[in-house]
T-cell receptor
């Protein structure tokens, strides 16, 4: 089952612009994570935000979490061609597993 | 530290056959999880092993099974393959497991094609 719904499903922007992706989920969570996947390869962990945190930064990444709305957003600033990938949010269900959204396919145009 | 490795990387099988996929976690990691990724269903959790015990299982038929060895390496087996089993199979390792607020480290995946 898919816990997260991501929006938009696809996003195409120019290099240097900011990219924002949103994720909504259904049940209570302990934490939410964002992952990146390049072209059908393995997932790379980007950032983890706990349920008692509202915002977190890591380099050019900024993640927000609104537990009252059961939603999170990932902002990538000053995008680069290398940021072209699919981005997934994942929530824990407290049972040793991650539940992933369908992902946002991000394309950075040079 | 070496990352998570999966073998083989690519596999072609025919319907009715069985297949075994292998995953070697990062040294020291005791939790190994398996996920199936398809265009239609996305990333779906298969099962998770910790110290040779299956702790959680996703909603997959009994044809999907797994095990973990004392060195934390894990295998998953799919018997009586169906066309719909064609997918990218990903394993992930961590120290204690996804529910422990840990980063999951993913391998490159095994791409299985069932003809």
């Amino acid at each position: 089952s898919q816990q997260g719904e991501e929006d938009p499903q696809a996003l195409s922007i120019q290099e240097g612009e900011n990219a924002t992706m949103n994720c909504s989920y259904k049940t209570s969570i302990n934490n939410l994570q964002w992952y990146r996947q390049n072209s059908g390869r393995g997932l790379v962990h980007l950032i983890l935000i706990r349920s008692n945190e509202r915002e977190k930064h890591s380099g050019r990444l900024r993640v927000t979490l609104d537990t009252s709305k059961k939603s999170s957003s990932l902002l990538i600033t000053a995008s680069r061609a290398a940021d072209t990938a699919s981005y997934f949010c994942a929530t824990d269900e407290g049972a040793q597993k991650l539940v992933f959204g369908q992902g946002t396919r991000l394309t950075i145009n040079p | 530290k070496a990352g998570v490795t999966q073998t083989p990387r690519y596999l072609i099988k025919t319907r009715g056959q069985q297949v075994t996929l292998s995953c070697s976690p990062i040294s020291g990691h005791r939790s190994v999880s398996w996920y199936q990724q398809t265009p239609g269903q996305g990333l779906q959790f298969l099962f998770e092993y910790f110290s040779e015990t299956q702790r959680n299982k996703g909603n997959f038929p009994g044809r999907f099974s797994g095990r973990q060895f004392s060195n934390s390496r894990s295998e998953m087996n799919v018997s009586t393959l169906e066309l719909g089993d064609s997918a990218l199979y990903l394993c992930a390792s961590s120290l204690q497991g996804a529910g422990m607020e840990e980063t999951q480290y993913f391998g490159p995946g095994t791409r299985l094609l069932v003809l």
